[in-house]
């Protein structure tokens, strides 16, 4: 999830193909994809045309008149995947008129892009994909997600907080768990969010009674 949207005029809806979607960040959680995939299919065909219309995918409209999303990367990959090929979008910002360098400097500034690699670590913007297809795995987006819907912290509007909360884990679980034990690091991960070592994150819920 991104930053907050600035006050525009009445939002522009457009119709898009998903595979002309630029992203804002590096990575999603490939599990947390494939989940948000299997909920997607088990839609009647009534249904998910009425989901993709409660759920259109908001974006910035920059350079080149590129369309950039800023929230929803997860439910566009799912989309993506299962061969989805057109998505309503609501343009919160025309940023048309900057330049990339501007642009993507401006989108930082707002917390509208996350331009972290599967490792926790910034890059440049040049690295951030030109596709939502080409986005990495980052099990720990995966682990952080899981551990929301867990009853772990609380759902937050803090920008990125679900990928604030991987950097956490991704410092004091071990990958190769989280690879291959999942349920056991979901299990530690619960442990160290009710810790004291957690209380600057966003959505603490505090240590159990």
Same mark, same amino acid.
């Given at each position: ?16 193909r998903l ?34 219309? &409660? ?52 989108? &930082? ?73 999942? &349920? ?22 505090g240590p159990?009674?």
């Open positions: 999830s991104g930053g907050q949207p600035m006050s525009t005029r009445e939002p522009r809806i457009i119709p898009v595979d002309d979607l630029r992203p804002t960040q590096m990575t999603v959680g490939y599990r947390e994809v494939e989940q948000k995939r299997e909920s997607w299919r088990r839609k009647s065909d009534t249904s998910a045309q009425t989901f993709l219309g &409660d759920h259109m995918i908001p974006v910035l409209k920059g350079p080149k008149d590129k369309l950039f999303v800023i929230d929803h990367h997860h439910l566009a990959r799912a989309l993506i995947n299962d061969g989805v090929t057109d998505v309503l979008t609501t343009v919160v910002a025309d940023l048309s008129h900057l330049g990339k360098d501007e642009f993507w400097t401006f989108a &930082d500034n707002r917390a509208w892009c996350h331009p972290y690699n599967a490792d926790g670590e910034r890059c440049a913007f040049k690295d951030i994909p030109n596709k939502i297809s080409e986005l990495k795995d980052d099990p720990y987006r995966s682990l952080s997600g899981a551990l929301r819907r867990a009853g772990g912290y609380a759902k937050d509007t803090t920008p990125f907080a679900e990928f604030t909360w991987a950097d956490f884990l991704r410092r004091r679980i071990k990958s190769k768990l989280v690879e291959t034990d999942f &349920d056991t690091a979901l299990a530690r991960s619960l442990k160290l969010a009710q810790s004291e070592d957690a209380r600057h994150l966003p959505g603490w819920s159990c009674d």
